[in-house]
């Protein structure tokens, strides 16, 4: 069993920054991704940030320049550092893995979600 663990989001004021951190914890032989995603009422989850295993990211076009995402691979978390928020960036962000539990399979993890708002 692999488990997801988000913290840091919040209430903040258009302009601010917020950090969120992800823990994945378990049984975990190696990790291929590790990004997030954010997903609004009604909307489909979408793809903020994405990192992979040799440093490859990958980001949405609404968020370049504005946000960055790193990991530790020593302790398997994976951070975003959100600045310039903006109130289109209100949603619950959801951490997400592409984690080998298993020496010949991966599978695909999620965090339970952590709500961010910008608002004034």
């Known amino acids: 069993q692999v488990q997801l663990v988000e913290s840091g989001g919040g209430l903040v004021q258009p302009g601010g920054s917020l950090r969120l951190s992800c823990v994945a914890s378990?049984?975990?032989?190696?990790?291929?991704?590790m990004g997030w995603y954010r997903q609004g009422p009604g909307t489909q989850r979408e793809l903020v940030a994405s990192l992979n295993s040799g440093g490859a990211s990958d980001y949405a076009d609404s968020v370049k320049g504005r946000f960055t995402i790193s990991r530790d691979n020593a302790k398997n978390t994976v951070s975003l550092q959100m600045n310039s928020l903006k109130p289109e960036d209100t949603d619950v962000y959801y951490c997400?893995?592409?984690?080998?539990?298993?020496?010949?399979?991966?599978?695909?993890?999620w965090g339970q979600g952590t709500q961010v708002t910008v608002s004034s």
């Open positions: 997400q893995g592409r984690i080998y539990s298993s020496w010949t399979r991966w599978d695909e993890y």
């Open positions: 378990g049984s975990i032989v190696s990790i291929v991704t």
